[in-house]
């Protein structure tokens, strides 16, 4: 069965340092792989996926994410984090084909940015 | 664009009764809709896949007498929790994938949740 790690459940960063989130994915064959961010109050919005071709995939706000696919890991990164990216996170994985299918999630990580 | 509600955002009532939830794709037709239940602290769990105008696809492990969806339009998802007991307390969430081709890579779309508080 699929299943979905998330390494950190609780990060806190201060503003403008550097964010890199983990995420590892159990299933031998072919994933579609996301990240979804969920601002307090708000519903989950999708921030990144990665379907197939460049693994190193760009998202909004300045997020990007690395597909490894030797290490089944597809970890989100910012360079430089604001305040206003204070959210939970959460990875998700979907085995194809199926696109959007049957999303599996992560636990998430409650990520806290300081002025 | 791509707005889901979900209604009600929040429902206390007691142990036997019956609650309805309702999710509803506002400005997009939705061949699919998907239910998920999250406990605190933990990650979504998919429940059932619902696919309009034909029966749920339930998740092993969910019962499908306990939790009755129905998808009758292309807009509307219903969850329905029989007689439900404090254990069934809980964040339950919807999602919605628009038509369209390739339908399998059309996003999922999602509502804000409703908290189920069984006294």
């Known amino acids: 069965a699929q299943s979905v790690s998330q390494h950190n459940h609780h990060v806190i960063l201060s503003e403008a340092a550097s964010l890199e989130l983990g995420c590892n994915y159990s299933y031998g064959g072919t994933v579609n792989l996301f990240w979804y961010v969920q601002y307090p109050g708000q519903h989950l919005q999708l921030l990144l996926k990665y379907f197939s071709g460049d693994p190193l995939v760009k998202g909004i706000k300045g997020f990007e994410a690395e597909f490894i696919k030797s290490k089944f890991s597809f970890n989100l990164r910012k360079p430089s984090v604001q305040w206003s990216d204070t959210a939970e996170y959460f990875c998700?994985?979907?085995?194809?084909?199926?696109?959007?299918?049957?999303?599996?999630f992560g636990a998430g990580t409650r990520l806290a940015v300081h002025p | 664009g791509a707005v889901v509600s979900q209604h009600p955002s929040r429902v206390i009532c007691k142990s036997g009764t019956s609650v309805k939830i309702e999710c509803r794709s506002l400005?997009?037709?939705?061949?699919?809709m998907f239910w998920y239940r999250q406990f605190p602290k933990q990650s979504l769990m998919l429940m059932a896949t619902?696919?309009?105008?034909?029966?749920?696809?339930?998740e092993q492990g969910v019962e499908k007498d306990k939790f009755l969806i129905n998808h009758a339009s292309l807009t509307l998802s219903t969850l329905t929790v029989t007689s439900a007991h404090p254990e069934d307390s809980s964040f339950y969430i919807c999602?919605?994938?628009?038509?369209?081709?390739?339908?399998?890579?059309?996003?999922?779309?999602f509502g804000d949740g409703t908290r189920l508080s069984i006294l």
């Open positions: 998700a994985v979907n085995a194809r084909p199926g696109g959007y299918n049957k999303l599996i």
């Open positions: 400005d997009f037709q939705a061949t699919t």
């Open positions: 999602s919605a994938r628009a038509t369209g081709a390739p339908h399998s890579n059309q996003p999922q779309h």
């Open positions: 619902s696919n309009e105008g034909s029966k749920a696809t339930y």
